[in-house]
Nanobody, 122 residues
């Protein structure tokens, strides 16, 4: 059974930090690109950060979080992290972990976590 379980969300003041974790099970974690998405009330879900499957994988970030957020992965622990620094009220959203892989047939496989709430407020 595939599971992606996020943790680490909560309430933080502007300028503060949080570290999100996503523990994966039920699939070959090291073969998947891992992504963090977020969705704020009334807005579409947007990609925040991405890390490729290779050890020391390359990363990509949304412009709004570059220089503040860092994505990393530990393939030995089947876990992906999102370190969020200098948080702003506009970072308030539900954050979702996503695992994606394209099979040789071209089929895209997507797995999603249940989400964790991040609220940035004074």
């Amino acid at each position: 059974q595939v599971q992606l379980v996020e943790s680490g969300g909560g309430l933080v003041q502007p300028g503060g930090s949080l570290r999100l974790s996503c523990a994966a099970s039920g699939f070959t974690f090291s073969s998947y690109v891992m992504n963090w998405y977020r969705q704020a009330p009334g807005k579409e879900r947007e990609m925040v950060a991405r890390i490729t499957s290779a050890a020391g994988g390359s990363t990509d970030y949304a412009d709004s979080v570059k220089g503040r957020f860092t994505i990393s992965r530990d393939n030995a622990k089947n876990t992906v992290y999102l370190q969020m620094n200098i948080l702003k009220p506009e970072d308030t959203a539900v954050y979702y972990c996503n695992a994606r892989r394209q099979r040789l047939t071209g089929t895209i496989v997507n797995y999603w976590g249940q989400g964790t709430q991040v609220t940035v407020s004074s």
